[in-house]
Every structure is written in C-alpha cells, then in structure tokens.
C-alpha cells in the first residue's frame, strides 16, 4: 500500500490526499507534526532530502517528493492528467506557476495568521501580500475567459493551484477582489471525490 507523509494543516499534502480519494487509491497515512521538527530527523530526511511533506513512499520502499512531481506521478495514464504532450506541458506549467508565484506567498502569510505571529510579522506579510496578490492577478485574468486551467477540463494543474488559493483568505488576502478564482474555485470543490482539508477520505486505510 501506499504511504503518505503529510501533516494537518499542510496544503501540499492536502492536494494529495484529493487526488488520492478521486483516484480511489487506498493509502496509509502518517501525519507529522511540523512544529516540534518531525521533518527534521535523519529517518525523515531518508525519505525526503528536502525535509518536507508531503512524501509519497511506494510499496517497494522508493519514495516521491514535492507536491506537484506526487500529483504528476499518480495521475499518469488518468482522466486527471491530458496525455498529449502540449496539454501537458501547460499542466506542468501551471504548477510550476503554483509553485514560483503562489505557494510560499500564500502559505507563508497563512501560516504567520494561524500560529499567532501577525503582528511581529506584519512588514513580512505585506512582502508576502505584494507578491502574491500579482499572482492572483494572473489567475484571475485567466479564469475570467476559462473554466479550466487546461483545456476542457479538470485537471491535476486545477488541483495544484487550488489548494492554497482556497486557503488564501486565512493569509487575510481580500479574496472579494477576485470574483472569478472565486466561480473556478467552487467548480474544483464539485469535482467527484474532492474533500476538504480536515476531511478523512474512506481510503485512508491507517
Ligand atoms: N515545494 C514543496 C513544498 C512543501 C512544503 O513547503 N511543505 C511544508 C508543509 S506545507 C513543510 O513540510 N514544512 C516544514 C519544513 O519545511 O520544515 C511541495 O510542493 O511539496
């Protein structure tokens, strides 16, 4: 059975874990705790030379990391992932635009709100705000013209971005400013087999 190294509160493995449950894929799941460095350990760090969830570990003991090389590896050959190369190639560019444009913007802000931290990070969190909104910026103009990031339909690039754009309000980001993501966000939410970040999927097995 698969294995999956997340923790709660996390984004990144929250994709996981939707397109785990979308896939029907049983799984066990180990769930770290980040703020007392359980990502930090030597046994951690032979699963992922980044130090970081989520991991993916396969039966045979071989492990896959960062969130979107996880989506990619799960959704080859599925509805969720376009097989002609052009269309691929967008996916993997939108995550790459998750990952430089979004992500530590989103999440970084986000976390600081939720450990209590904003008013000591406050000049942080404006940088963070700057450069994310520019981001959103981007995601918004293509939404407003397109239901799906790639082509006609849901795909693992809707999946990657989703997550910490949902999440985003919790960064105290004014997502009323984005009428759009809004619409494209509710669509991802009514895909079949999505969950919320606190829900357990029925194939989470441990
Ligand atoms: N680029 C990575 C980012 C992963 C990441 O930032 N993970 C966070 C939780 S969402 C983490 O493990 N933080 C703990 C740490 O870096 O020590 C991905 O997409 O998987």
Same mark, same amino acid.
């Given at each position: ?41 030597? $046994? ?23 969130? $979107? ?77 397109? =239901? ?19 999440? $985003? ?6 997502? =009323?400013?984005?009428?759009?993501? $809004? ?15 606190? =829900? ?7």
């Amino acid at each position: 059975m698969l294995t999956l190294y997340d923790s709660r509160y996390s984004g990144n493995s929250w994709k996981i874990r939707i397109l785990l449950n979308q896939l029907k894929i049983p799984f066990e799941r180990r769930t770290l705790d980040l703020e007392s460095g359980e990502t930090k350990t030597d $046994a951690f760090y032979a699963l992922n030379r980044f130090s970081r969830v989520p991991v993916l570990e396969l039966e045979d003991g071989r492990t896959v990391v960062e969130s $979107a090389a996880i989506l990619l590896y799960l959704s080859e050959g599925t509805e969720y992932l376009h097989s002609d190369p052009y269309l691929r190639s967008q996916v993997i560019g939108w995550m790459m635009f998750e990952q430089g444009d979004l992500q530590r913007f989103l999440a970084m802000a986000r976390v600081y709100h939720i450990r209590g931290l904003a008013d000591k990070m406050s000049q942080q969190i404006e940088r963070l705000h700057t450069d994310g909104y520019l981001g959103l910026e981007k995601l918004e103009r293509w939404v407003e013209n397109h =239901d799906w990031l790639v082509g006609d339909r849901y795909t693992v690039a809707d999946l990657s971005v989703f997550t910490y754009v949902s999440l $985003a309000h919790q960064g105290k980001y004014e997502m =009323d400013r984005f009428p759009s993501i $809004a619409s494209w966000l509710d669509r991802v939410k009514a895909q079949p087999g999505w969950i919320d970040i606190f =829900d357990q999927s029925p194939y989470q097995l441990v």
